[in-house]
């Protein structure tokens, strides 16, 4: 089948109910930023998929109702006729390469706060909005909000079928309101609904027959459930109750979609949650029904892929995120080229995106949500346009994918890295405690950069204005970083803090460069992301007695965006690190820090040897101005332009150096755009 054949039975077809999926690999149902809002946007990226070697290539949640109106969240709905052709240009497109497409169709229930409908949500019982801190809560149901919510489905599921897909969705996990029905916790009805285990399965029972019955052979249906827990949140496994339920509907659908209750782990960070962390809680599920089992587990290496087959735990490859770090992921096993695989770095950049409501992106895949928009494809990209030799300076994130961009379109490219190592900012990071690996995106830059003879490296070159003047180059790109500021300048303070006037004040750059200091220390963190509690924990692991210091209300606001916010607070607590929420440093001075609450302004003082600082950072673009400052030099020197990217031109995330170095070398050369600077899926009235 392949020249690698350990690999063979990860491409045998499979058989769900009246279809087959060409292999055993399986898009399964995720989240994207776009859904029925960006149709277009939506079906190109799944579209990738298909074309990269995806047997099976599934919608995100798909809405079948507006009391399931889930906004701002972009979410998919098939709520009437006219959202049958949105997604028919999805189906169409995947099915173009052979695969086959899957419709999740989804009720929220009190996780569903129906912002835009304005509908009043139902569910098991009358809850407060269980997903978001809304004030809104729902109403019990009664039999006819249950009968209406199997005619929602069956309506859906016909809409799906004239849209063309081959799967449709029970779902019924992930705190939404089937789980609420089958969970003892939730369940405390009194009706033929609620009490005993079989009751509590009756509506999904009932769900899938009457999704079964409205399909008929046209589609396969598939039920998306949890293989541990009772769907209550409280932590506890226990697998005796879900065993049972997949008992007594064993072999009702067509295929089982498997995880688990715990959110944060089934899609969890790698800081916290390992490659097929889910293999303890899912093994079992085989043992019980004849039919397609898919699970998850962030899947990156091709033998832990193999293992789930082998054992006999899974019939399908199920994948989320890795399938958005390499659409191609499929297509490179088979051809043996393990090297070229983009493998998921789990820092949930893509999960954080959709959670703001925009396209999601990835810190390994720049094309990520820009296949409609930009026309970008994650394998190909346009020849170069011109024979114009580039210089790329600094070899970071952004350095590294602008040489390999631009090696791949075929320039004479040369890199100048001014230290030893490539890398910058990745290389430092993936060595602080959690982050290893973040080194993937490294690895798969450099690995792509050594196929390419056209690309030349330069270690220990920490270049002048002179000597950029003096080398025959006609593109030079700056991608020379940036710096954290020890000054206090962030997002609380707006201006540098006269009062930070110790000299025992350092950066992250000074721990990760290996300085060492007295303790106890004060962690002030006015970035609100994963640095400062990770360099918290660097520290508590050097020995140190630290307080990590933050104007937010918990530790690390923003990475509740990437679903660990709760685990990196839990972290934190468990190390015996001390925790001064609501507060901003103002001062150091004489090993006292000044520390003043954000509510009242009442000021404390707290006693330490040394402080760090996760506040801003500086572009180094000093380089960038030199040049700049003598455009008749440039000229003379044949320099036909001069590009800042990545942290040079902006100070952000990994994600946003990656696409900064890709932006700049897919746009070289290229032709100016006629109509819109800016494309985008637009209503034209």
């Known amino acids: 089948m392949n020249g690698y054949p350990n690999f063979d039975v990860l491409f045998e077809p ?7 999926a060409k292999n055993r690999f399986y898009q399964v149902p995720h989240c994207n930023g776009m859904g029925y809002v960006l149709p277009k946007t ?11 070697g995806w047997g099976v290539v599934c919608t995100e949640y798909c809405s079948i109702h507006p009391t399931s109106d889930d906004s701002p969240f972009p979410f998919a709905a098939l709520w009437d006729d006219d959202d049958i052709k949105t997604y028919t240009l999805m189906v169409e497109k995947v099915h173009e390469h052979g695969a086959l497409a899957g419709a999740q169709l989804w009720y929220g229930g009190a996780a569903a706060s129906n912002l835009m409908s304005r509908e009043v949500a139902i569910d098991v019982d009358s809850y407060p909005s269980t997903l978001k801190p809304d004030p809104v809560q729902c109403r019990a149901m009664d039999k006819k909000d249950i009968r209406d919510l199997r005619r929602w489905q069956v309506m859906a599921a016909k809409r799906a079928v004239q849209a063309g897909f081959d799967i449709v969705y029970v779902y019924a996990t992930h705190d939404y309101l089937l789980s609420h029905f089958l969970s003892r916790d939730w369940n405390r009805r009194s009706d033929e609904y609620g009490g005993s285990l079989e009751n509590r399965v009756r509506l999904v029972r009932e769900m899938i027959a009457d999704t079964k019955d409205a399909v008929g052979d046209r589609c396969a249906v598939a039920v998306r459930f949890s293989a541990d827990g009772s769907g209550s949140g409280n932590g506890i496994i226990d697998n005796s109750e879900q065993r049972e339920m997949l008992e007594m509907l064993a072999d009702l659908p067509d295929m089982w979609d498997i995880n688990i209750t715990d959110y944060t782990k089934e899609m969890g960070s790698s800081r916290f949650i390992k490659e097929a962390a889910q293999e303890e809680y899912i093994s079992y599920v085989k043992n019980i029904t004849d039919k397609p089992v898919v699970g998850v587990g962030r899947f990156t290496s091709p033998e832990a892929m193999l293992r789930q087959i082998k054992k006999g735990w899974l019939d399908f490859v199920g994948a989320a995120r890795p399938s958005i770090a390499d659409p191609f992921l499929p297509t490179k096993i088979k051809e043996g080229r393990f090297d070229d695989i983009r493998e998921c770095i789990g820092c949930n950049i893509c999960y954080a995106h959709n959670s703001k409501c925009v396209p999601s992106r990835c810190t390994q895949n720049p094309t990520m949500g820009e296949e409609w928009r930009r026309n970008w494809h994650p394998e190909k990209i346009p020849a170069k346009g011109s024979h114009d030799k580039v210089l790329v300076v600094g070899a970071g994130p952004a350095g590294l ?5 631009l090696g791949q379109r075929g320039y004479a490219v040369t890199l100048a890295e001014a230290t030893t190592e490539l890398g910058g900012r990745v290389l430092a990071e993936s060595r602080l405690p959690g982050l290893s690996e973040w080194r993937r995106v490294l690895d798969y830059r450099i690995q792509q950069l050594k196929q390419l003879s056209n690309v030349d490296i330069y270690f220990s070159s920490r270049l002048t204005v002179d000597d950029i003047m003096g080398f025959d180059f006609q593109r030079i790109v700056l991608a020379t970083g940036s710096k954290w500021r020890n000054d206090g300048l962030g997002r609380w303070h707006s201006q540098p803090v006269e009062a930070f006037s110790a000299k025992e004040i350092y950066t992250p750059d000074d721990l990760m460069q290996g300085v060492d200091f007295e303790g106890p220390v004060v962690l002030y963190d006015d970035d609100h992301y994963y640095m400062g509690p990770v360099l918290a924990e660097k520290l508590k692991q050097a020995g140190k007695d630290v307080t990590l210091v933050t104007p937010s209300g918990y530790v690390s606001e923003w990475s509740q965006y990437t679903d660990e916010q709760t685990r990196t607070q839990g972290r934190i607590l ?16 004489d090993s006292s820090v000044e520390i003043n609450c954000i509510y009242t302004g009442k000021s404390t003082h707290l006693s330490a040897s040394s402080m760090v600082t996760v506040t801003a950072r500086k572009t180094n673009d000093g380089l960038y101005r030199q040049i700049m400052e003598d455009p008749q030099l440039m000229k003379e020197k044949g320099i036909k332009s001069v590009t800042r990217i990545g942290d040079c031109l902006a100070p952000g995330i990994i994600a946003a150096a990656i696409y900064s170095g890709h932006l700049a070398a897919r746009e070289m050369d290229a032709p100016q755009r006629k109509a819109l600077s800016f494309y985008r899926e637009r209503v034209v009235v």
């Not at 499979?14 to 087959?20: D, E, R, S």
């Not at 939506?42 to 990269?52: D, F, L, S």
């Not at 994918?401 to 961009?405: L, P, S, Y």
């Open 574 to 589: 468990a190390l015996g690190i001390h925790i001064l929420t609501g507060k901003v440093v103002s001062g150091f001075q």
């Open 14 to 20: 499979v058989k769900i109910g009246p279809k087959i």
């Open 401 to 405: 994918e602008a040489a390999r961009a």
């Open 42 to 52: 939506h079906a190109a990226m799944r579209e990738v998929k298909a074309e990269g």
